[in-house]
């Protein structure tokens, strides 16, 4: 059956061959030809089963080249070799996992044949059926709760130049989701800068302007548990669908999706029918685009279709006016000189900065003490003491992993993979840095690793980081985070 296949499929490619000048100058068909060959060279038949037939295809570029060049050819063709009817299905080749041999596939169904005007492009095995993975089974629910926080408006946040752009960007997008050329809208930055706060305040003013858009604010946690769920349930496609019915999505903390091979399957499956389909994406993470470890290039690649932003943590002059903004909703006025005081000793992020802005209201009040330059050194000397932190190795450990969205058991392991190996010996070389432990002892802590294999470590990242950016970078937030 296999060899009856592969002979129709060379029939139908002879014949689109034979026909390719058809609608075009003869002195263009060399070149049609050598096109024509380099794209159906990588073509495949797999299967002809009950007039379905796929083929197998290296990317979703191959698919869409076929249909938007060939499909009429290609419909002329098999109605003569196979029978009016066919529909075609397309077999799409993606990465290989490590240890697998077989290539991983995703079958997509392709336009009908026998009306090529006709778009459908849907993953095999959707259905109509919309199931809404935040209902408690028997219990109807007919509004999806958006998850959205009223503090988080754009009333609320705090314009100043490290977070300008992406807020008039911003702005814009809640003017007409899904209909700038900003989507999806990528914000990054560090901790506490405010990432969150944007993403929901797009959320919370297309709610105010156009009520009857679905909009769904979650973490990428979130997603992510709700997918494990929806795969051990065998419901997959109820969870892809509830996504499809959503106008405006927002992520938070994107890279966290790093590793998770099948949950990236399904998001970028979700990601594309959103785009194509004109509704808004939002999506937050630590990291720009290019520096998330372990995810798939094609969502990468997808991350860079709209906008990315970069948030930075807020200067004087901003820290200030959070200051002034957070305490007169609260009938507080600071004099100029606590107020540069107040400002110039919290200078990471907006996050720490409220943090110590409601621990000076909360002591003020309990105490019942006037605000003055005085009881606030006292009340941030308090807050130091009190969130002053051991830094071990298990600590650090922990914020490594939280960092690069690898689980303790992976950074322990002994495995060599970039996606790994770059973390642990990031690992060691804080380890060596901020905690008075030997070689061998964080060898021991680094899942029994040789002192030689530290040592190596801490070398390597000293030096790598003075002339690769990237690394660079990492050690950089890592400091920030491990610090505070």
Same mark, same amino acid.
């Given at each position: 059956?296999?060899?009856?296949?592969?002979?129709?499929?060379?029939?139908?490619?002879?014949?689109?061959?034979?026909?390719?000048?058809?609608a075009e100058?003869?002195?263009?068909?060399?070149?049609?030809?050598?096109?024509?060959?380099?794209?159906?060279?990588?073509?495949q038949?797999v299967?002809?089963? =009950?007039?379905n037939?796929?083929?197998?295809?290296?990317?979703?570029?191959?698919?869409?080249? +076929?249909?938007?060049?060939?499909?009429?050819?290609?419909?002329?063709a098999?109605?003569?070799?196979?029978?009016?009817g066919?529909k075609?299905?397309?077999?799409?080749m993606e990465?290989?996992?490590?240890?697998q041999?077989k290539?991983?596939?995703?079958?997509?169904?392709?336009?009908?044949?026998a009306t090529?005007?006709?778009?459908?492009t849907?993953?095999?095995?959707f259905?109509?059926n919309?199931?809404?993975?935040f209902?408690?089974?028997?219990?109807?629910?007919?509004?999806?709760?958006?998850?959205l926080?009223?503090?988080?408006?754009?009333?609320?946040?705090?314009?100043?130049?490290?977070n300008?752009?992406?807020?008039?960007?911003?702005?814009?997008?809640?003017?007409?989701?899904?209909?700038?050329?900003?989507?999806?809208?990528?914000l990054? @930055?560090?901790?506490?800068?405010?990432?969150?706060?944007?993403?929901?305040?797009?959320?919370?003013?297309?709610?105010?302007?156009?009520?009857?858009?679905?909009?769904?604010?979650?973490?990428?946690?979130?997603?992510?548990?709700?997918?494990?769920?929806?795969?051990?349930a065998?419901?997959?496609?109820?969870?892809?669908?509830?996504?499809?019915?959503?106008?405006?999505l927002?992520?938070?903390d +994107?890279?966290?999706?790093?590793?998770?091979?099948?949950?990236?399957?399904?998001?970028?499956h979700?990601?594309?029918?959103l785009?194509?389909?004109?509704?808004?994406?939002?999506?937050?993470?630590?990291?720009?685009?290019v520096?998330?470890m =372990?995810?798939? =290039?094609?969502?990468?690649?997808?991350?860079?279709?709209?906008?990315s932003?970069?948030?930075?943590?807020?200067?004087?002059?901003?820290?200030?006016?959070?200051?002034? =903004?957070?305490?007169s909703?609260?009938?507080i006025?600071?004099?100029?000189?606590?107020?540069d005081?107040?400002?110039?000793?919290?200078?990471?992020?907006?996050?720490?900065?409220?943090?110590?802005?409601n621990?000076?209201?909360?002591?003020?009040?309990?105490?019942?003490?006037?605000?003055?330059?005085?009881?606030?050194?006292?009340?941030?000397?308090?807050?130091?003491?009190?969130?002053?932190?051991?830094?071990?190795?298990?600590?650090i450990?922990?914020?490594?992993?939280?960092?690069? @969205?690898?689980k303790r058991?992976?950074?322990?392991?002994?495995?060599?993979?970039?996606?790994?190996?770059?973390?642990?010996?990031?690992?060691?070389?804080?380890?060596?840095?901020y905690?008075?432990?030997?070689f061998?002892?964080?060898?021991e802590?680094?899942g029994?690793?040789?002192?030689?294999?530290?040592?190596?470590?801490?070398?390597?990242?000293?030096?790598?980081?003075?002339?690769?950016k990237?690394?660079?970078?990492?050690?950089?937030?890592l400091?920030?985070?491990?610090?505070h």
């Open positions: 059956m296999k060899e009856n296949l592969m002979m129709t499929w060379q029939n139908c490619l002879q014949f689109m061959r034979d026909n390719l000048n058809a100058d003869n002195s263009d068909l060399k070149k049609l030809e050598k096109s024509f060959d380099l794209l159906f060279d990588k073509v038949p299967s002809l089963v =009950d007039n037939l796929t083929l197998m295809v290296p990317s979703d570029f191959y698919k869409e080249y +076929i249909e938007d060049n060939y499909l009429s050819l290609l419909s002329a098999l109605k003569k070799y196979i029978g009016k066919v075609l299905w397309y077999s799409v990465n290989k996992p490590a240890g041999e290539p991983v596939t995703m079958n997509m169904k392709g336009k009908t044949v090529p005007k006709v778009q459908e849907m993953p095999q095995g259905s109509g919309i199931v809404n993975p209902v408690v089974p028997g219990i109807k629910k007919v509004n999806i709760d958006s998850n926080k009223a503090d988080f408006s754009f009333d609320n946040y705090v314009e100043g130049e490290s300008k752009f992406a807020s008039t960007v911003a702005k814009s997008i809640a003017k007409r989701p899904g209909a700038t050329a900003f989507n999806p809208l990528f990054y @930055g560090g901790y506490g800068v405010g990432k969150t706060h944007l993403g929901q305040a797009v959320g919370l003013e297309v709610k105010s302007q156009f009520p009857d858009k679905v909009v769904l604010y979650l973490s990428s946690e979130k997603f992510i548990q709700q997918f494990i769920s929806a795969a051990k065998h419901k997959q496609t109820e969870f892809a669908n509830f996504y499809q019915m959503v106008d405006v927002i992520i938070d +994107i890279q966290f999706l790093s590793g998770k091979s099948a949950t990236q399957d399904s998001f970028f979700i990601f594309d029918y785009h194509q389909n004109g509704k808004q994406i939002i999506l937050t993470s630590d990291k720009a685009p520096d998330i =372990d995810i798939q =290039d094609r969502i990468v690649s997808r991350f860079k279709w709209g906008l932003a970069e948030i930075k943590s807020p200067d004087l002059e901003t820290r200030k006016q959070i200051i002034v =903004d957070k305490l909703r609260d009938g006025v600071l004099t100029d000189d606590m107020l005081f107040l400002a110039s000793e919290v200078k990471t992020n907006v996050r720490e900065l409220i943090g110590v802005i621990s000076v209201i909360a002591y003020s009040t309990i105490y019942k003490s006037d605000l003055s330059l005085e009881l606030l050194k006292e009340t941030i000397n308090k807050i130091a003491a009190n969130q002053k932190k051991i830094i071990n190795i298990p600590y450990q922990e914020v490594v992993c939280d960092y690069f @969205g690898i058991e992976q950074l322990l392991s002994k495995t060599r993979k970039r996606e790994i190996a770059l973390p642990r010996q990031l690992a060691m070389y804080f380890a060596k840095e905690t008075n432990s030997t061998t002892k964080i060898g802590e680094m029994g690793k040789d002192h030689s294999t530290v040592m190596y470590a801490c070398e390597t990242i000293k030096d790598v980081s003075k002339i690769d990237e690394v660079k970078k990492y050690v950089k937030d400091t920030e985070r491990i610090k």
